[in-house]
Nanobody, 120 residues
Framework: QVHLVESGGGLVQAGGSLRLSCAASGSFFSINGMGWYRQAPGEQRELVARITNGDSTVYADSAKGRFTISRENAENTGYLQMNSLKPEDTAVYYC??????????????WGQGTLVTVSS
């Protein structure tokens, strides 16, 4: 069983910053890609940023220049640093990881989400 737990969400004023964390726990060999997605009320879940196990990154246009995704492999933890936040960034942010399990299968795991609210 593999679990992802997000933290770091909250209420912030426009222009402020938040740092989200995603910690993986359980029994597994390694984590390949990790990503952050978000879902605003009434909207579909969308990609914010992804990072490979080689630290290559991809960002949504809305996140470029403001958000930075990173990971600490030794701690099985991923991060999303969000700066210059805007009200339109308000959403539930979900962590996602592709995990190589003990059974030598790749498994996509999602966290429970953390709410980010940006006030104007």
């Amino acid at each position: 069983q593999v679990h992802l737990v997000e933290s770091g969400g909250g209420l912030v004023q426009a222009g402020g910053s938040l740092r989200l964390s995603c910690a993986a726990s359980g029994s597994f060999f390694s984590i390949n890609g990790m990503g952050w997605y978000r879902q605003a009320p009434g909207e579909q879940r969308e990609l914010v940023a992804r990072i490979t196990n080689g630290d290559s990154t991809v960002y949504a246009d809305s996140a470029k220049g403001r958000f930075t995704i990173s990971r600490e492999n030794a701690e099985n933890t991923g991060y999303l640093q969000m700066n210059s936040l805007k009200p339109e960034d308000t959403a539930v942010y979900y962590c996602n990881a592709e995990v190589l399990t003990i059974a030598k299968r790749f498994l996509t795991v999602w966290g429970q989400g953390t709410l980010v609210t940006v006030s104007s």
